[in-house]
Antibody, heavy 122, light 107 residues
Framework: EVQLLESGGGLVQPGGSLRLSCAAS????????MTWVRQAPGKGLEWVSA????????YYADSVKGRFTISRDNSKNTLYVQMNSLRAEDTAVYYC???????????????WGQGTLVTVSS | DIQMTQSPSSLSASVGDRVTITCRAS??????LAWYQQKPGEVPKLLIY???TLRSGVPSRFSGSGSGTDFTLTISSLQPEDVATYYC?????????FGGGTKVEIK
């Protein structure tokens, strides 16, 4: 059974930093691209960042480019996102998700974690 | 950057009604389109990919169609358990953009 468990969320001041983690199990982690998606309170889904199975290719939404860094440790089956220069508009539930393997390149997301809340406020 | 626009933003229909949600891409995306369902208080669930391929385990009352810029998600007979917000998403690009969502309620 695929399981994704996020951690690391919390309250941080504007301009601060936070690192989220996502522990994966139930599948061959290194074989699948992974992604982060966020959802602000009462709002829709926003894709944040994605990474290939090897970790060699990364992608970012314009809204976080230059501030967030996605990475993975395939020996630990763990996905990360380092979030710097946080803003109030980054407040959201952050989900990690596994990409389905349908095509070469970026794929839709077939399994999602339960999410971790990040609140950026003074 | 390609934008994904869904309509309507919300709808209310009766049990048994046929419901159609539209997703329009600002540029052609071939059939690289997925649909997700997010029930209240739950995480999103992948329903359809490649515009029309139903994911295993998804009820057959759900169907998808379209290619290029115009796509639809159809629920052939709305059930109470289908109350949710539905999102389209483009993939196979450097930007995995979601549509704004369509909230489906029971009348």
């Amino acid at each position: 059974e695929v399981q994704l468990l996020e951690s690391g969320g919390g309250l941080v001041q504007p301009g601060g930093s936070l690192r989220l983690s996502c522990a994966a199990s139930g599948f061959t982690f290194s074989s699948y691209g992974m992604t982060w998606v966020r959802q602000a309170p009462g709002k829709g889904l926003e894709w944040v960042s994605a990474i290939s199975g090897s970790g060699g290719t990364t992608y970012y939404a314009d809204s976080v480019k230059g501030r967030f860094t996605i990475s993975r440790d395939n020996s630990k089956n763990t996905l990360y996102v380092q979030m710097n220069s946080l803003r109030a508009e980054d407040t959201a539930v952050y989900y990690c998700a596994k990409q389905e393997m349908i095509i070469r390149g970026l794929n839709p997301f077939d399994y999602w974690g339960q999410g971790t809340l990040v609140t950026v406020s003074s | 950057d390609i934008q994904m626009t869904q309509s309507p933003s919300s709808l209310s229909a009766s049990v048994g009604d046929r419901v159609t949600i539209t997703c329009r891409a600002s540029q052609g995306i071939s059939n690289y389109l997925a649909w997700y369902q997010q029930k209240p208080g739950e995480v999103p669930k992948l329903l359809i990919y490649a515009a029309s391929t139903l994911r295993s385990g998804v009820p057959s009352r759900f169907s998808g169609s379209g290619s290029g810029t115009d796509f639809t998600l159809t629920i052939s007979s709305l059930q109470p358990e289908d109350v949710a917000t539905y999102y389209c998403q483009r993939y196979n690009s450097a930007s995995l953009t979601f549509g704004g969502g369509t909230k489906v309620e029971i009348k």
